[in-house]
Every structure is written in structure tokens, then in C-alpha cells.
């Protein structure tokens, strides 16, 4: 009896001791929780318009701006100006929000500059500015008045970290903040170089810019969840940093869209999603998910029964059906080879390919469906010696399909740096095209299938200037023939590019050459995986440098070539 009543006693104190926890952390936090519960009711409520049309009031408020960034390196991030005739004027307003609730206005059309103080602002690499799009606003900047705009970050691929759907600014205010943005065409395309603007244009500047941030903040902490007593302790800005940076300057369109990554896999058709107040447009791939399982984690036996790999049920029977192994045992299914492999499980190398796989996303271990991702891209890989790609899948990692999308938007600035590392661009520019389309040799073809099919419906006159369009480029002939026709229309109009460059190929090539190895170019997509998605789920004993370290246990086991651990990294001293 007397035990009962202590265990009680002891609850007692322990509720006691907690309760009296969380009134000492409300107390002592009191400012901050009131600040916060504003917030959530009102999250423009603390906000304070600034229109700057001189360059006195522009020094004042950069200054106010500057200090404010102190603590909150975030700024909202806008851009409006007049289109008159289809063809778009100057930025007439530029927007920018601090997370202290100041809407700076500036009047671009009424200043004609982009006064000093501003213009270092802008470009301060250590101040992101936020917004959809930001990239767009940042690149009309730079037409119409010669500035940069540092470090641009678009929300759409903060939405889309975080589980959010990627919608515009509407959306993601309504979604995140609960707050309404009127986007009616009327204020989208009212005179924004007006003498004196409106109190509807003015909120309407302000708010776009203000909900930047507020999205942000709010965006950036269910990225990163935390305990309720946590919820009124200061964003760490730096861990945020680090797993936004990927997308830092980078086009949230180019990065669904635009991936390089997408000739590697399947497509289904792109979303549009209308705004109800617009007609702006969202595109976003899709991918094929599995609903398989990818790991059967079957076993391979040595003859002598030493465990080699685990391996897919159907590579376990094809020994089998070719008499090459033997089944040992159904469950796990376990296959025990014939002969003597060429190698042998060795240290952490052989106990990677010896441990069961979880079939889940790596990063967020989502078990339903996943994709796989190719963590040193194909198009890199494929260049690579056959000792460095083949009986190895240390790179194929398993992620569900938002992880996936984040995972290969975040690929584009590591492609961007080895781009210029290497000098081997990958976007769609001449020197990226292998075959280029000749016009002149398109006309040929297209005038002489016309004659050649369509002869005989043609009037005289457009029959002449069909031929003659042959006989200007085959000028030593007198007239048009049969065979001269039949010739020209299944003529060749693509001729190579000699300015050609694969950027996989070329960027292999500076690597094996020039940049310390292949070795190097694998650890630069291993590390930049691990600090971008920094996954919770990876396999036991996955390492950045496993190739490194598998081709050292083959080295001393004399199963590869010295040119392919020069061209590795791994043997600087041997002549190719």
C-alpha cells in the first residue's frame, strides 16, 4: 500500500514538475507566443506601406530594410509595370517586405534608377528574395535596368519540400495563411506608372510581397517540424539555408520541366491548373510510380555457401534455368551458384550487397509507391569505364514521387556548376543540338514532294515557282527531271552540328583528365544528395566513397586494369 502511494506521489511531482515547465517556458516566452497568435489570426495585420519615389526616401528605407534583415535574411520579393500594345514598358514597382511587416514601394517609373543603396541590396547574395517566380521578376530587372538580383528563391519548391501542392501566390496564401489575394485583372493590369497610385494598388503591391515572407516562415517550419515548447524559438536560418540552397536562383519551370533528366524517364501527360482569379498555368511532371516491390532480397551463395549478394527473385531463377546455381532454400528464396565467382564479399563493400533492402523512400520512408533514383545521373554514368557501372547498384536509391521531383529540380544546380566547370552546356543551345535542320534543304524537299504528289492539282504558277525552287539549288541542271524530284524528296535536311557537346560525355572527359577522377565527379552527386535531401532511410553502410573503395579490393585482387584506376582517380602514377 505504502509502495502504491509513492508511485503516486511520484506521478504526482512529475505532472507537477512539467506543468510547472511549461508555465515557466509560456512566461518567459510571453511576447513571442502573443506576437505568434496574432500571426495566425492576422497575418498582415502587423503590416506597414512605404512608397519610395525619390532617391532620399529610397536611401531611408533600404537602410530600415537592411536592419530588419539583421536578424531575418528574407525579403518578399515583387515586380509590377504597364504592358501597352503588347509590348511590356519598364518595371514602373518594385516590392520588397521584411518580416517585420515594412512593404517598401519603389517607384521605379517615378526614381528612372536603381539608386545605389537598393542596388547593393539586391545583390546581397546573404538576403534571399522570395516569391513565385522571382527568377522572371529578377530577369526584367536586369533588362530594364542593368541590376542583378541575388539569391531569387521561388515558394513553389519550398510547397513542394514540404508536401504542399506548388499552386501560384493565390493558392499558397489561401492554402498556408488562410488569406484571400484579390487577383482581378482590373488591379493585375491597372496603370502602374499613374501620377499617384491607388489604395487598391497599393495593398494589392503590398500584399503580394508580405505573404512572400510570411509563406516562407511559415513554410520553413513545417520543413523542418518541432516540438510545441520549440514553436516560439527562432527559425535556425542556417539549416534552412543549407536545404534550400540547391534551388537558390534556379526557375521552378526549368526544374519540372525543363530536366534534362526527363529523356531518362517516362512522361505522362503535364497538369494545368487554372487559378480561379487568372489564367496562369502549371505544368508538372509525373512520373511512373512502382507499386512493386524492387527489393525481393533473395540470396546468392557461394558454392561453399558463403553469402554473396542479395539479389531480385528473377536474376535468382535465371541461374537457376541456365544451370548455373541451385535452389537452396524457398524462403528467402536462395540460390547457390555452380561455380567459383570471380569475387568474394569483402569488408564494408561486400556487407553493403549482402544486407536486405527496405523498400521505402530513403528520405522520407513513404512505403507506398517509389521511383528509382539514379543519385549519379545516367547521363554521367553511362560514360563512365564498365569496371565503375556494371554489378553495381549502390547509386540506385528508392523515393516516393514528391521526393523524387524535389531531388531532380535540386540536380539542375549541380548540372549549371559542372556545366561551367567543365565548359559543356546542357540546355537546348546550338552547341548542345547534335543535328541541326538546314532551311534550304527543307524547302527542296517540301517543293519537290509537292510536285512529286501533288503535281497535278497545282496551278501553272505555283507549279513554276515549286520548280524553280528545285533548280535554284541544283543549278547545273537545265530542267526539272523524274528523277530529280524522286531525289530531292527523300533528301537528308540535318546536317551535323559541328559545335556539337555532350555534357555527360564532356564533363566525364575533364573529370578522367583533368579534375582528379571519376571518383571526384561521383562524391560531388553523393554529397550534393545527402545535404539536399538529407535522407533519414538510407541502406546500412551506404558510403560517399564506396566505388573508391570498391575498386580498391579489386585492385588488390589484380580484377582491374591500371588505365581504369587512372581514369578513376585511384592510381595518378600509371601512364594510359
Same mark, same amino acid.
Given at each position: 500500500?505504502?509502495?502504491?502511494?509513492?508511485?503516486?506521489?511520484?506521478?504526482?511531482?512529475?505532472?507537477?514538475?512539467?506543468?510547472?515547465?511549461?508555465?515557466?517556458?509560456?512566461?518567459?516566452?510571453?511576447?513571442?507566443?502573443?506576437?505568434?497568435?496574432?500571426?495566425?489570426?492576422?497575418?498582415?495585420?502587423?503590416?506597414?506601406?512605404?512608397?519610395?519615389?525619390?532617391?532620399?526616401?529610397?536611401?531611408?528605407?533600404? !537602410? &530600415? @530594410?537592411? *536592419?530588419?534583415? =539583421?536578424?531575418? %535574411? $528574407?525579403?518578399?520579393?515583387?515586380?509590377?509595370?504597364?504592358?501597352?500594345?503588347?509590348?511590356?514598358?519598364?518595371?514602373?514597382?518594385?516590392?520588397?517586405?521584411?518580416?517585420?511587416?515594412?512593404?517598401?514601394?519603389?517607384?521605379?517609373?517615378?526614381?528612372?534608377?536603381?539608386?545605389?543603396?537598393? !542596388? &547593393? @541590396?539586391? *545583390?546581397?547574395? =546573404?538576403?534571399? %528574395? $522570395?516569391?513565385?517566380?522571382?527568377?522572371?521578376?529578377?530577369?526584367?530587372?536586369?533588362?530594364?535596368?542593368?541590376?542583378?538580383?541575388?539569391?531569387?528563391?521561388?515558394?513553389?519548391?519550398?510547397?513542394?519540400?514540404?508536401?504542399?501542392?506548388?499552386?501560384?501566390?493565390a493558392n499558397l496564401s489561401k492554402a498556408v495563411l488562410n488569406?484571400?489575394?484579390?487577383?482581378?485583372?482590373?488591379?493585375?493590369?491597372?496603370?502602374?506608372?499613374?501620377?499617384?497610385?491607388?489604395?487598391?494598388?497599393?495593398?494589392?503591391?503590398?500584399?503580394?510581397?508580405?505573404?512572400?515572407?510570411?509563406?516562407?516562415?511559415?513554410?520553413?517550419?513545417?520543413?523542418?517540424?518541432?516540438?510545441?515548447?520549440?514553436?516560439?524559438?527562432?527559425?535556425?536560418?542556417?539549416?534552412?539555408?543549407?536545404?534550400?540552397?540547391?534551388?537558390?536562383?534556379?526557375?521552378?519551370?526549368?526544374?519540372?520541366?525543363?530536366?534534362?533528366?526527363?529523356?531518362?524517364?517516362?512522361?505522362l501527360a503535364a497538369d494545368t491548373k487554372k487559378d480561379a482569379?487568372?489564367?496562369?498555368?502549371?505544368?508538372?511532371?509525373?512520373?511512373?510510380?512502382?507499386?512493386?516491390?524492387?527489393?525481393?532480397?533473395?540470396?546468392?551463395?557461394?558454392?561453399?555457401?558463403?553469402?554473396?549478394?542479395?539479389?531480385?527473385?528473377?536474376?535468382?531463377?535465371?541461374?537457376?534455368?541456365?544451370?548455373?546455381?541451385?535452389?537452396?532454400?524457398?524462403?528467402?528464396?536462395?540460390?547457390?551458384?555452380?561455380?567459383?565467382?570471380?569475387?568474394?564479399?569483402?569488408?564494408?563493400?561486400?556487407?553493403?550487397?549482402?544486407?536486405?533492402?527496405?523498400?521505402?523512400?530513403?528520405?522520407?520512408?513513404?512505403?507506398?509507391?517509389?521511383i528509382r533514383k539514379n543519385v549519379v545521373p545516367r547521363e554521367?554514368?553511362?560514360?563512365?569505364?564498365?569496371?565503375?557501372?556494371?554489378?553495381?547498384?549502390?547509386?540506385?536509391?528508392?523515393?516516393?514521387?514528391?521526393?523524387?521531383?524535389?531531388?531532380?529540380?535540386?540536380?539542375?544546380?549541380?548540372?549549371?556548376?559542372?556545366?561551367?566547370?567543365?565548359?559543356?552546356?546542357?540546355?537546348?543551345?546550338?552547341?548542345?543540338?547534335?543535328?541541326?535542320?538546314?532551311?534550304?534543304?527543307?524547302?527542296?524537299?517540301?517543293?519537290?514532294?509537292?510536285?512529286?504528289?501533288?503535281?497535278?492539282?497545282?496551278?501553272?504558277?505555283?507549279?513554276?515557282?515549286?520548280?524553280?525552287?528545285?533548280?535554284?539549288?541544283?543549278?547545273?541542271?537545265?530542267?526539272?527531271?523524274?528523277?530529280?524530284?524522286?531525289?530531292?524528296?527523300?533528301?537528308?535536311?540535318?546536317?551535323?552540328?559541328?559545335?556539337?557537346?555532350?555534357?555527360?560525355?564532356?564533363?566525364?572527359?575533364?573529370?578522367?583528365?583533368?579534375?582528379?577522377?571519376?571518383?571526384?565527379?561521383?562524391?560531388?552527386?553523393?554529397?550534393?544528395?545527402?545535404?539536399?535531401?538529407?535522407?533519414?532511410?538510407?541502406?546500412?553502410?551506404?558510403?560517399?566513397?564506396?566505388?573508391?573503395?570498391?575498386?580498391?579490393?579489386?585492385?588488390?585482387?589484380?580484377?582491374?586494369?591500371?588505365?581504369?584506376?587512372?581514369?578513376?582517380?585511384?592510381?595518378?602514377?600509371?601512364?594510359?
Open positions: 500500500m505504502a509502495n502504491k502511494g509513492s508511485e503516486v506521489s511520484k506521478r504526482t511531482l512529475v505532472a507537477a514538475a512539467g506543468l510547472g515547465l511549461c508555465v515557466i517556458v509560456l512566461a518567459t516566452k510571453r511576447d513571442r507566443l502573443l506576437n505568434y497568435l496574432k500571426r495566425i489570426r492576422d497575418p498582415l495585420g502587423h503590416r506597414r506601406i512605404e512608397v519610395v519615389q525619390n532617391v532620399d526616401d529610397c536611401h531611408r528605407v533600404v !537602410r &530600415e @530594410l537592411k *536592419e530588419h534583415c =539583421n536578424k531575418f %535574411k $528574407v525579403l518578399g520579393f515583387d515586380c509590377e509595370w504597364v504592358t501597352v500594345g503588347g509590348t511590356r514598358r519598364p518595371t514602373a514597382l518594385l516590392q520588397l517586405s521584411s518580416e517585420k511587416g515594412l512593404c517598401a514601394l519603389f517607384r521605379l517609373c517615378c526614381i528612372k534608377q536603381i539608386p545605389k543603396s537598393l !542596388r &547593393e @541590396l539586391l *545583390e546581397d547574395e =546573404n538576403v534571399l %528574395k $522570395v516569391g513565385v517566380d522571382p527568377n522572371g521578376d529578377a530577369k526584367k530587372l536586369c533588362h530594364d535596368y542593368g541590376v542583378g538580383v541575388a539569391s531569387t528563391f521561388d515558394l513553389r519548391f519550398l510547397a513542394a519540400m514540404t508536401g504542399r501542392k506548388p499552386g501560384g501566390l488569406v484571400h489575394l484579390d487577383k482581378n485583372w482590373r488591379i493585375v493590369c491597372s496603370d502602374w506608372e499613374a501620377t499617384e497610385l491607388t489604395k487598391t494598388q497599393l495593398h494589392y503591391a503590398a500584399n503580394d510581397a508580405m505573404v512572400a515572407v510570411e509563406i516562407f516562415k511559415i513554410l520553413s517550419k513545417e520543413l523542418f517540424p518541432r516540438h510545441f515548447w520549440q514553436l516560439f524559438t527562432k527559425i535556425d536560418f542556417e539549416q534552412i539555408l543549407q536545404r534550400i540552397d540547391p534551388f537558390l536562383e534556379i526557375s521552378f519551370k526549368e526544374g519540372y520541366i525543363n530536366s534534362p533528366l526527363k529523356k531518362n524517364t517516362k512522361l482569379n487568372n489564367t496562369r498555368k502549371f505544368q508538372a511532371r509525373r512520373y511512373t510510380t512502382r507499386s512493386k516491390a524492387l527489393y525481393d532480397n533473395c540470396l546468392l551463395e557461394a558454392p561453399d555457401g558463403e553469402l554473396l549478394c542479395t539479389i531480385d527473385k528473377r536474376k535468382a531463377q535465371w541461374y537457376v534455368e541456365r544451370n548455373l546455381g541451385t535452389e537452396v532454400n524457398a524462403e528467402p528464396y536462395t540460390v547457390r551458384l555452380n561455380f567459383e565467382p570471380a569475387g568474394r564479399a569483402e569488408g564494408d563493400v561486400g556487407k553493403y550487397y549482402q544486407t536486405p533492402k527496405e523498400n521505402q523512400c530513403v528520405v522520407c520512408g513513404h512505403k507506398e509507391a517509389y554521367y554514368r553511362k560514360h563512365f569505364p564498365v569496371v565503375m557501372k556494371t554489378h553495381t547498384s549502390h547509386d540506385v536509391l528508392l523515393l516516393c514521387h514528391p521526393c523524387h521531383q524535389i531531388s531532380n529540380i535540386s540536380d539542375m544546380k549541380i548540372r549549371h556548376k559542372l556545366s561551367s566547370m567543365c565548359d559543356a552546356p546542357f540546355t537546348q543551345e546550338e552547341c548542345s543540338i547534335k543535328y541541326k535542320e538546314v532551311p534550304e534543304l527543307k524547302k527542296l524537299r517540301s517543293a519537290a514532294r509537292a510536285l512529286l504528289y501533288h503535281g497535278d492539282k497545282l496551278n501553272e504558277a505555283r507549279h513554276r515557282e515549286l520548280e524553280s525552287v528545285v533548280l535554284d539549288y541544283y543549278k547545273e541542271e537545265p530542267k526539272v527531271t523524274l528523277e530529280l524530284l524522286q531525289l530531292s524528296a527523300e533528301i537528308d535536311t540535318k546536317s551535323s552540328n559541328e559545335n556539337y557537346c555532350n555534357h555527360g560525355e564532356k564533363v566525364v572527359q575533364m573529370f578522367q583528365t583533368k579534375l582528379g577522377g571519376l571518383i571526384e565527379l561521383e562524391k560531388i552527386w553523393r554529397v550534393h544528395f545527402l545535404q539536399t535531401m538529407q535522407p533519414k532511410f538510407l541502406p546500412t553502410l551506404w558510403d560517399v566513397n564506396h566505388n573508391a573503395n570498391r575498386l580498391e579490393i579489386r585492385a588488390n585482387e589484380g580484377r582491374v586494369d591500371k588505365a581504369d584506376l587512372k581514369l578513376a582517380g585511384l592510381a595518378s602514377d600509371v601512364e594510359i
